[in-house]
Nanobody, 115 residues
């Protein structure tokens, strides 16, 4: 079992920034990916960004150039730096742990972009 705890969500004005953190604990594998997905009201959950063990990253087209994912392997922690936030970024953001076996998800943190 892997437990994920997210933090850093909140209310921000359009054009502002937020930084999300996700700490993984429990049965952490040697090789795993960590990332973020989000779900807005009435919409399906969508993958936002992933960070792989190799150091490579991937982003959805809707956030590329504005969001940056990073990870600290020594701390089993992933971060999502979100800049130039837009109202359409409003959603619950979920941390994801992906390795051999089932994926694990955090409880979610609310991000609201509004003036």
């Amino acid at each position: 079992q892997v437990q994920l705890v997210e933090s850093g969500g909140g209310l921000v004005q359009p054009g502002g920034s937020l930084r999300l953190s996700c700490v993984a604990s429990g049965s952490i594998g040697r090789t795993y990916a960590m990332g973020w997905s989000r779900q807005a009201p009435g919409k399906q959950r969508e993958s936002v960004a992933m960070a792989y063990q190799s150091g490579s990253t991937s982003y959805s087209s809707s956030v590329k150039g504005r969001f940056t994912i990073s990870r600290d392997n020594a701390k089993n922690t992933a971060y999502l730096q979100m800049n130039s936030l837009k109202p359409e970024d409003t959603a619950v953001y979920y941390c994801r742990y992906a390795a051999v076996g089932p994926d694990y998800w955090g409880q979610g943190t609310q991000v609201t972009v509004s003036s």
